[in-house]
């Protein structure tokens, strides 16, 4: 597997940058405009909260952008977070078995 050296960037950044700062939304305005509440998207945007696939269509549609680039986002993170974690000490000792 390979991965990048370096964390990558957390879908609220995302938001925050290229879209509110972009668009010169509020986080209530955004909330608005895709239906959902504020609380959502300020939890997105802290990093308090991982992008649902709903999220991910509704951003998609915003962006006129796939959900699949969303949540492939969301994806990347994840797997960078587990991979950098205390279980993935755990995970490294595990043999590999080919049948």
Known sequence: MIFPKKRPIPIGE?????ILKEFNL????FAKTLKVSRKTINDLVNNKRSLSVDMALRLGKFTQTSPQLWLGLQQDLD?????????????????????
């Open 14 to 18: 995302f938001i925050r940058e290229d």
């Open 26 to 29: 509020s986080q209530s305005e």
């Open 79 to 99: 797997l960078w977070d587990a991979l950098h974690s205390e279980k993935a000490k755990e995970i490294k000792k595990i043999l590999s078995y080919v049948a």
